[in-house]
């Protein structure tokens, strides 16, 4: 048996006040404590989902990350939607034909997908 899980996915950002904000309107997640010193972390207060910190740098990063999240929903269009209306880029990805997900950057530049999945809460 393993003793081990997912804490946080830690973030790190250019534009803190502004992902902070961006991510805590998508996923409806709330800062576990304030901000402080660059640091926060954001939690799912229905205790379902990982926490996610976000730490602040003085510059942006040099090179896209192949770490990013996936969010499952089971209406994708109405999500980009109102994820583009909270600060969210649409993405110049190359889809397949048959693809089931949109590829989104956040207000630092990082990229996220948004799935369309018939359940919401499958992994």
Known sequence: MNNLEIGSIVIHCHRFDRMVAFWQAALGYVPRAPAHD???VLHDPSGRGPNLSF???DQMA???SWLHLD???DNREREVARLTRLGAKPYPWR???DADYVVLEDPDGNLFCVVAVGNASAT
């Open 38 to 40: 660059g640091w926060v």
């Open 55 to 57: 730490q602040a740098r």
């Open 95 to 97: 889809y397949e034909p």
């Open 71 to 73: 969010l499952y929903t």
């Open 62 to 64: 040099k090179a896209r």
